[in-house]
Nanobody, 124 residues
Framework: QVQLVESGGGLVQAGGSLRLSCAAS????????MGWFRQAPGKEREFVAR??????YYGDSVKGRFTISRDNTKNTVYLQMNSLKPEDAAIYYC???????????????????WGQGTQVTVSS
């Protein structure tokens, strides 16, 4: 059974940083593409970032501020968030995609497994 557990969310001032972690209980973790999505109240789930082997992709709103990385020895994916803005506030979800070459990497429907989410709040 695949489980994804996020951690690292919290309250931060605008301009600050947070690092989210997602621990995955996937036997073949290195063969999965991992993504981060976020959802703010009243809004649709939004693609944030994806890492597939060594390739990374970012949503336009976070490019240059967020960095996704992974440690396959720890079955963990990270999201380093810098220069946070109030509009970054949301529940952040970790997700796993068994296809590492999915062209529609930004679509939530292509991710088979999801974590429970971690809240990020940014004060202005």
């Amino acid at each position: 059974q695949v489980q994804l557990v996020e951690s690292g969310g919290g309250l931060v001032q605008a301009g600050g940083s947070l690092r989210l972690s997602c621990a995955a209980s996937i036997r073949t973790f290195s063969s999965y593409a991992m993504g981060w999505f976020r959802q703010a109240p009243g809004k649709e789930r939004e693609f944030v970032a994806r890492i597939s082997r060594s390739l990374t992709y970012y949503g336009d709103s976070v490019k240059g501020r967020f960095t996704i990385s992974r440690d396959n020895t720890k079955n963990t994916v990270y999201l380093q968030m810098n220069s946070l803005k109030p509009e970054d506030a949301a529940i952040y979800y970790c997700a796993a995609d068994g296809s590492t070459s999915n062209p529609n990497y930004y679509a939530a429907r292509n991710y088979a497994y999801w974590g429970q989410g971690t809240q990020v709040t940014v004060s202005s």
